[in-house]
């Protein structure tokens, strides 16, 4: 069993930037991928990042260049760095991690705007 639990979240003003963090129950080196999801008011959830034990990182077309996801094996923790703000990044931001089944974090609210 395994629980994601995520911290970060706020209100900042367009061009700031935010940190989220998704702290794992267990080792996150096993667990394969580990992502961030995002879902805005009346939208689908969407990717946003995600990143591979091996390496393999990809990203939204509407964060790359912005955002960044990285992991520390070491902490057992994913971050969601997140640089240049836009009000479209408003959303509740989802840790997500595949352990032979999925597991979901409970979200984390960010909001953008003046």
């Known amino acids: 069993q395994v629980q994601l639990v995520e911290s970060g979240g706020g209100l900042v003003q367009p061009g700031g930037s935010l940190r989220l963090s998704c702290a794992a129950s267990?080792?996150?080196?096993?667990?394969?991928?580990m992502a961030w999801y995002r879902q805005a008011p009346g939208e689908q959830r969407e990717l946003v990042a995600s990143?591979?034990?091996?390496?393999?990182?990809r990203y939204a077309d509407s964060v790359k260049g912005r955002f960044t996801i990285s992991r520390d094996n070491a902490k057992n923790t994913v971050y969601l760095q997140m640089n240049s703000l836009k009000p479209e990044d408003t959303a509740v931001y989802y840790c997500y991690g595949v352990l032979g089944r999925t597991y979901w974090g409970q979200g984390t609210q960010v909001t953008v705007s003046s």
């Open positions: 267990g080792t996150i080196a096993a667990i394969n991928p």
């Open positions: 990143a591979k034990s091996g390496g393999s990182i």
